[in-house]
């Protein structure tokens, strides 16, 4: 789920961080412009790991700052296809359901991946947002996906849309990181399902 990549990029440090530790300051700018940003094909930066080297510390003519090449590493978040991760439902509709871990969004569960039969049922003073339902034996059983525990799903594939050059007034923002999940199998899904069904064979 998390890596450390290597990166080595050219940056400008501003003059009022001179009298910082070259180090840390270099470290905070560098967050600035990572953390929190999805590389393509790499991942969503988590947190810069260490500083590998430094080079450089040119001051360019008319300008009072001055330019380094470093070398470090990075935490990514990146999901490997085929991985089982936890995380709480921020978004249920016709569509299927949208997952979160805190600290990133982007995760679908769309409703051919959704353990089947089952059905939708919407809210009241609601006319997008409900619940999902799995019909399990025959409707003998049905088991609720209502956010009440954490919900463990395999996933799927990971895609990086590219940037969009418009995008419509209403429509959702963009998400330089997308992961499709899936629930449609034995263990997953809801994790207190599967302790209500060890109860039901016992």
Known sequence: MFYLSLIEHTLRLPP????????????MELEKLFLDKVIA???LCISVYDIRSIKGGFIFPGDGASTYTVEFRLIVFRPFVGEIILAKL???????LRLS???FDDIYIPVHLLPSPNHF????NSRTQG???????EGENQFVIDGADQIKFRVH?????????EQPANAK???PMVITGSIDCDGLGPVSWWEEAEVLEE
């Open 157 to 165: 594939n990971v895609i990086y849309p590219s940037i969009p050059v």
């Open 131 to 137: 619940r999902w339902i799995w019909e399990y034996g």
């Open 90 to 96: 921020k978004e249920s509709d016709a569509n299927g």
């Open 121 to 124: 049922e919407v809210y009241p």
């Open 101 to 103: 871990l805190g600290f």
């Open 41 to 43: 094909n790499l991942g």
């Open 173 to 175: 923002p963009f998400a």
């Open 16 to 27: 009022h961080l001179l009298n910082t530790p070259l180090d840390e300051a270099l470290k």
